[in-house]
């Protein structure tokens, strides 16, 4: 009776619910603190203070039918500008309100991007291990997802192996850096080399193909880490961010979509862009809450505290002996598994511990642990770590 | 380049653009106080004192972490079961938390219905005329929309002729009462009819048949009538609810879905719309807007300076020798032309008035006149009018 697309969805979605289902019988059982629960991204650490005065403030000081009522799709004009003359002083570039989309989060910036670019049976390519929406995402506009395979060296993108997946129905290339889930910074070497990839093959194919960098993360990044900013890079670069982890907003669905005036056919993009920002029923990005980021656009959330969680838990679980990347951005651990990793993802639940199957992020063999959490967790976890990796003979 | 559903609505965009264009160009030739834009359904007057104390009070009280982070995709626990609660004090109905789902507004909550629903070349039906939008939601899933001819006689929605547009492809019917762009709210009797015409129908093709009851106007109604609640006359009902227009936060983009738990397979079509939620990149309704609404389920906006609005302008158009029906509710006029409805607008502009043809609607011959302006603006603009119907000898 409901649509083929959610049957199909709804049938999928009962391993995730599981997890949760699992995890709140854990608590119920052995109380909230002795649950280790790694399996999701919601940031543990408040907002700054910052955010609250900005809110307060926007009250305060505007009126309440300028605060709360319609915009342009595209998001109140001075709150873009701002944005553009942020992204202008940190990386050169040279946007205005003009190349700015205020979105739902990154997850609505995706999704108007997609909505915006393809058509049935369009091809978008991105770098395994990636976030598993993605694949709906791109099947919400009957396209097809294409899954470069993981480089499992150092889970740098592969260019070589890019080349070879790119066809003339390809459309865009996601990039998600600092990465979910490996917690990997995309290097500027590396970007270079796909930029190059990219333009030789518009060039063969006489095609326009995007790159459209989700960056949720890209505040998240430690020991000084540059994360390239690629529209300098690549001029059909189409860029999603969200507030969600680098203010802890996730709930507050606030982010925007960056299209630069050196992209094909810029204007028609942009145009349909907010067409399509209004048709999907998004209709414009929360107007309250455009308004309070606009005022913090030099805040950031606290990444000492998620430096000091994953330096620990890295020590942690190498210390198990269990093999791990030692991630430079996000907040995700990336850490192989002694064996299939839904296997191992079952085994740590014995001992409270809720990770996420490296299967779900298309890439067997490792698990992702999310370290926004309490660092308490992260201590009270690790005696159930060492059980875990002794189980199996590490 | 861009997709080719995104093509045809940029082309089709550019004559609501060029409203706004025209507007703006009045606006900075003749000054804004003397342009009378009637064409955005966006509320002049403020939101209630009580939202700005809400949002205050949420910040005030509640830890950081749980008002700006995830929760269910369906929304907060709490607030769905307060909103439930609210319902069925007022409507006598036994919904719970279970049976709402928090949404980015009524658009929002609109897609996320039609995604649980729809298969390609599904047909949706609908009144005219109705809001343009109707036919872009219904395409972003490859549905088909199916428009009954408007009932010109009261634009009370004509059963007899509902009944033979439904056939086998038929999913759902969209009711929007109080309505947009006509300000009739439709019957006790006109719903009980409309009832039987889709049981009569669900019957004859062994099919489910939704109402789909698009409700922001349902606190606009004047001189006491009442405007019926549609789960109480038809099971298998799916409301979706905006607080843009109850209490003028159209910016915020927060609603809700409620899916009775007697409609048919309940739980898979509740299931399938909190994942369409996620998929769609909604992911979840704004966090603060829904704890705040939440404290505010009591308050409305101000319907007294919208019944003196509508006295105002009904007055004045009718003295003018124009003929409207007297809008039960919602903020809109809806107004015959003299001439061809795309010509009459045309014509308004060399008055400064701006107002949408019903052509756009999918029913010529009438102009909608949104009138949730300052009733100053009504004030100056009947002069306007006036010359504008003796331009048509009337």
Redesign the interface.
């Known amino acids: 009776?409901?649509?083929?697309?959610?049957?199909k969805?709804?049938q999928n979605?009962s391993a995730i619910r599981a997890m949760f289902e699992e995890g709140n019988r854990l608590a119920a059982q052995y109380g909230r603190e002795n649950v280790y629960d790694f399996s999701?991204g919601?940031?543990?650490?408040?907002?700054p203070a910052a955010?609250?005065k900005a809110?307060?403030d926007v009250?305060d000081r505007e009126?309440?039918?300028f605060?709360?009522?319609?915009?342009s799709n595209a998001g109140y004009e001075s709150v873009r500008g701002a944005i553009a003359d942020s992204l202008n002083k940190r990386f050169g570039t040279a946007f205005g309100d003009g190349n700015i989309i205020m979105s739902?989060?990154a997850?609505?910036?995706?999704?108007?991007v997609l909505?915006?670019?393809?058509?049935p049976g369009d091809e978008v390519v991105t770098f395994s291990p990636y976030f598993v929406?993605y694949g709906?995402?791109v099947r919400?506009?009957d396209g097809v997802l294409v899954a470069v395979p993981a480089n499992t060296a150092d889970f740098q993108p592969d260019p070589s192996m890019l080349s070879g997946m790119i066809t003339p129905k390809t459309k865009a290339l996601i990039i998600n850096s600092p990465n979910n889930p490996t917690g990997v910074v995309y290097s500027a070497e590396s970007i270079r080399k796909i930029a190059a990839v990219l333009e030789a093959k518009q060039k063969e194919y006489g095609t326009?193909i995007f790159i459209i960098a989700d960056e949720p993360y890209r505040e998240l990044a430690y020991d000084g880490v540059e994360v390239p900013y690629l529209t300098k890079f690549y001029k059909n670069t189409i860029v999603c961010y969200s507030w969600s982890k680098s203010l802890?907003?996730?709930?507050?669905?606030?982010g925007y979509i960056v299209i630069p005036g050196e992209a094909?056919?810029y204007q028609?993009?942009f145009?349909?862009a907010c067409?399509?920002t209004?048709?999907?029923?998004?209709?414009?990005?929360?107007?309250?809450?455009q308004l309070a980021v606009a005022r913090c656009l030099e805040e950031t959330t606290d990444v000492g505290a998620y430096d000091t969680n994953r330096k620990l838990l890295y020590k942690g679980l190498t210390d198990c002996g269990f093999t791990c990347a030692f991630p430079q951005g996000a907040f995700y651990m990336w850490m192989k598994t002694p064996a299939d990793d839904r296997e191992f993802a079952g085994a740590a639940k014995k001992y409270n511990i809720l990770v996420v199957p490296g299967t779900s992020f298309g890439c067997p063999g490792y698990v992702r642990i999310a370290y926004c959490v309490a660092k308490a967790t992260i201590e009270r976890s690790l005696p159930a770590f060492k059980k875990l990796a002794q189980e199996y003979g590490l």
Do not use: W
């Open positions: 009776m409901i649509s083929e697309k959610m049957m969805l709804a979605n999701l919601n940031p543990n650490f408040p907002a955010v609250k809110i307060v009250l009126d309440a039918v605060v709360h009522g319609y915009m739902v989060g997850a609505g910036g995706l999704n108007v909505r915006t670019l393809l058509n929406e709906n995402y919400n506009y326009s802890s907003l996730p709930g507050e669905r606030i094909d056919e028609l993009v145009d349909a067409i399509a209004r048709v999907l029923g998004f209709v414009n990005a929360p107007s309250l809450q």
